[in-house]
């Protein structure tokens, strides 16, 4: 199917469009568009595993002056502003090398679905975990990461209804958001964040309102919206309300269960593993909604239960039910390795397999030999 994208926020339209037009004039014709969407991935995860290395448990920027050196948060600043610009080009470039491809779509989107959660991840070292005085709970940031990612699913739910992706607003916002809020922690130092806004309110307080305002009263209702009009114009991919509803289903479960780990967890997981239960969180999203990516790009239907739900189900039962006892953590690590890992693999398969079929190299724009 044709990809059609819609962007209709003002930030994007009149502030960065044209800063992206003047940036893709620089890359060379013979750099395929997937590898400038890779390249901004590869600079998200490192920047994410490098504050991870100075800031395992999210306390690190609770202590005063925080203990992750200024050149991080610069360095922060920098590869989210490379990878956002860098996921904005890749479209134009590949219009402009005239090698779009579905393959390319995916790619964007799928790493899009994975890097969603890192991004967040990585902001919540800025604001440093509640250590009574300063800083967010940890299910704060759980709950947060779920709206983000709910969010996501969101725009991909409706293009899977309306064939057509209507950029959420949020996302432009969100990205310069992220690169002010490290530039202004690596010039000012965390205790920006430690110390009252307004009216007894902190910048996170108010990042916090923000985002669940933006989610629950914009992009949903939007998205609702976009899907009634769609419906009205008889224009939507599917007949029953069955058909439509269906990709949020194994979205909806993973949801159900991951809440009840961290709300039934004997040893309090969440408190005791944040990151990995976190990172874990935002690869089995990204795993669920890669498989509605690409029943909305090839008109298939999703299958009821992804396959994932089964393990994740049997690790959740075994963890609430204390069958774990003190091996909760050590479970948890070793599930996460495994699920990265097959995701991964997953991924890489699917990017062979399309290029295979659609006869291209993923990385270059080289034709395939005709075997």
């Known amino acids: 199917s044709q990809y059609s994208a819609v962007d209709t926020n003002p930030l994007s339209v009149y502030i960065m469009q044209p800063i ?15 590898l400038l969407t890779f390249s901004g991935f590869v600079m998200i995860l490192f920047n994410y595993f490098l504050i991870s290395f ?44 005239q090698s779009s491809t579905p393959l390319g779509e995916l790619f964007d ?39 983000v990612l709910f969010n996501f699913m969101c725009s991909h739910w409706e293009k899977y209804n309306t064939g057509v992706l209507f950029l959420p607003w949020g996302y432009d916002i969100s990205q310069v958001v992220l690169i002010a809020a490290y530039l202004l922690t690596g010039t000012v130092g965390v205790e920006v964040w430690q110390k009252p806004l307004l009216f007894g309110y902190y910048i996170t307080d108010v990042l916090v309102i923000l985002l669940i305002g933006f989610s629950l009263f914009l992009s949903f209702p939007q998205t609702l919206y976009n899907i009634h009009r769609a419906h009205l114009k008889k224009t939507l991919k599917n007949d029953s ?20 780990w961290v709300v039934f967890s ?16 935002g690869v089995a999203f990204s795993n669920v ?18 396959w994932f739900l089964f393990p994740l189900a049997l690790v959740v039962y075994a963890a609430v039910s204390g069958l774990l006892g003190c091996m909760e953590e050590a479970v948890l690590g070793v599930f996460t390795a495994l699920l990265t890992a097959a995701h991964v693999h997953y991924g890489v398969c699917v990017g062979r397999q399309l290029s295979e079929y659609l006869n291209i190299y993923i990385f270059s724009l080289k034709k395939r030999v005709q075997e």
């Open 266 to 281: 004997p040893s309090n997981i969440l408190a005791k593993q944040p990151r990995l239960f976190l990172w874990m969180v």
């Open 109 to 147: 989107h799928g790493l899009d679905s994975w890097a969603t959660s890192i991004f967040v991840l990585s902001f919540f070292s800025v604001c440093s975990r509640d250590n009574g005085k300063t800083g967010v709970s940890v299910y704060t940031m759980y709950i947060y990461l779920s709206i």
């Open 20 to 34: 992206w037009n003047k940036i893709i004039k620089i890359v060379p014709l013979w750099i395929a568009p997937n």
């Open 54 to 97: 100075y800031d395992w448990d999210y306390t690190a920027s609770g202590t005063s002056p925080g203990l992750v050196p200024t050149w991080v948060w610069l360095f922060s600043a920098f590869t989210t502003f490379c990878a956002y610009a860098l996921d904005s080009i890749d479209g134009k470039h590949a219009r402009r090398t």
């Open 241 to 260: 309300l069955y058909e439509g509803l269906l990709p949020l289903v194994s979205p909806l479960l993973l949801f159900v269960l991951l809440t009840a």
């Open 289 to 306: 909604i890669c498989k509605v990516i690409i029943c909305q790009m090839s008109s298939t239907r999703p299958e009821l239960f992804h």
